[in-house]
């Protein structure tokens, strides 16, 4: 087993995967995956790779707690940010270090 080219094939997927997604993105799309990353400056809207995908910083605009079935509190928060495509979008994520949220474009 060749671990350097399993590596490469892995790589060109997620380069592959990259891609794909900033294509859709460049179009506005009416729905979109990304991933939350808080960063010591802020929370920032990223790609699959790690493209930041928010001009400036993501909004959080309310933070409620939830509990898991075992009574575990964890924070839910309502976010809104101005994509880098230039268009508006919301969504809503668990405040953890990075999480994928599914954010919807909504009117500017």
Known sequence: MNIEAIQADID???????????????????????????RPDGLFAESWLGTVMCKGYVKVNNKW????GRGEPYTMCSIEFI???GAKY????SSDWAQACRVRRVAT
């Open 12 to 38: 060109a997927r997620n380069h592959a995967i990259e891609t794909e997604q900033l294509h859709r993105w460049a179009a506005k799309p009416e729905r979109e995956l990304v991933y939350i990353v808080q």
């Open 65 to 68: 707690k939830m509990f898991t």
């Open 90 to 93: 919301k969504g809503r994520y």
């Open 83 to 85: 994509g880098t495509n």
